[in-house]
């Protein structure tokens, strides 16, 4: 219907330089009026049209800016030469909240619009939410958190969650004070199953209007923990020459399905032994895509033998778990300094 509006006054040759003033003799006049009957969720838009001899159709428009966004049906009026009130209500609007309006009319002389005007529907605004961040994350339960301003009236407030955005159940509702200052609000859920995926949001109700935050997600902590396969490899097998870099670098993976988000996070730590003596040890984190590469660098040779000009050091990775996958240890390898 929009469209069509646009269509139709670009057709009559209307553009918003013209606004509010008739293009030819024939064109309606228009005048966007002052709104009137103003309510939480209703207004009801007014303006005059002179149809100047022809028949006419208008329409009003309306929005939370001056592009609108909101355009009525198709009303007619007869035609004549004195001008003729016209009025609309404007539904489903948002309580406290600022509109942009204008009326529109045309006919076969051509057509024209009114001038914006605005106004403010009555009440408070609606609540604002966000959805905040799991915590205290278990096998079987999370803390699911957000903030709520309320805008100064009382606010019912809760959380919707389950395994897909359709979401299919609610925490037990509970009430805000009519506070005009955010506020945090937190709910713990128990019994659910270990190791999946949740989605969740936050919902605040008014009397009158309802707000969802965005659409967040957790995983519980699976149980038992899988345990994964440390794949590494340290080069080079051998360096001559000091001082003596190896790059340790690889990747952990697991066979069970748990998003990257949660299965790639911990440390990794890589130790260098000679014989029982461990002589070197780098700590890296772990990559979002569960690859790492550490470097351990020797300034002279490993060795408490100075007589000795080559020496074989043997490595070891360790994964170090987290609250998804338990530790796990990469094959051992050997390398030689000097």
């Not at 013209?18 to 007014?46: E, F, R």
Request: glycine share 10%.
């Amino acid at each position: 219907m929009h469209r069509t509006i646009k269509l139709l006054l670009a057709a009559a040759g209307v553009t918003a330089s013209v606004a509010g003033v008739a293009v030819a003799a024939t064109t309606p006049s228009v005048s966007t009026g002052k709104a009137t009957a103003i309510h939480d969720n209703t207004a009801v838009l007014n303006g005059t049209i002179n149809p100047n001899g022809n028949p006419s159709f208008y329409t009003f428009q309306w929005g939370l800016t001056n592009a609108y966004g909101v355009t009525s049906k198709l009303h007619s009026v007869k035609s004549g030469t004195k001008p003729v009130a016209v009025k609309l209500t404007a539904s489903s609007l948002i309580p406290g909240t600022v509109y942009h309006y204008r009326l529109g009319a045309f006919s076969k002389g051509g057509g024209s619009v009114g001038s914006d005007r605005t106004f403010k529907t009555a009440g408070n605004p609606p609540p604002a939410v966000a959805t905040g961040p799991a915590s205290a994350l278990g096998t079987n339960a999370a803390t699911l958190t957000g903030i709520v301003n309320p805008n100064n009236q009382a606010t019912t407030w809760y959380f919707q969650y389950g395994a897909t955005t359709a979401y299919g159940f609610s925490t037990t509702p509970l009430s805000l004070p009519a506070a005009k200052f955010v506020l945090p609000v937190s709910a713990q859920l128990t019994l659910l199953q270990s190791g999946a995926t949740f989605h969740y949001r936050l919902v605040a109700v008014h009397s009158n209007s309802v707000q969802y935050g965005s659409d967040a997600t957790f995983v519980t902590h699976p149980s038992p923990r899988p345990k994964p396969r440390v794949l590494a490899k340290t080069t080079p097998g051998r360096d001559r020459h000091r001082p003596f870099t190896y790059t340790s670098s690889g990747r952990v993976t697991t066979s069970r399905s748990l998003p990257t988000s949660v299965q790639c996070t911990g440390k990794i730590t890589v130790k260098f032994f000679n014989g029982k003596r461990r002589v070197g040890l780098s700590v890296v984190p772990l990559g979002a895509d569960c690859k790492f590469s550490a470097q351990t660098t020797f300034r002279h040779l490993p060795t408490r033998n100075k007589k000795v000009h080559r020496v074989g050091l043997s490595v070891r990775i360790s994964f170090g778990g987290n609250s998804y996958l338990a530790g796990a240890n990469a094959r051992a390898e050997g390398v030689t300094a000097g």
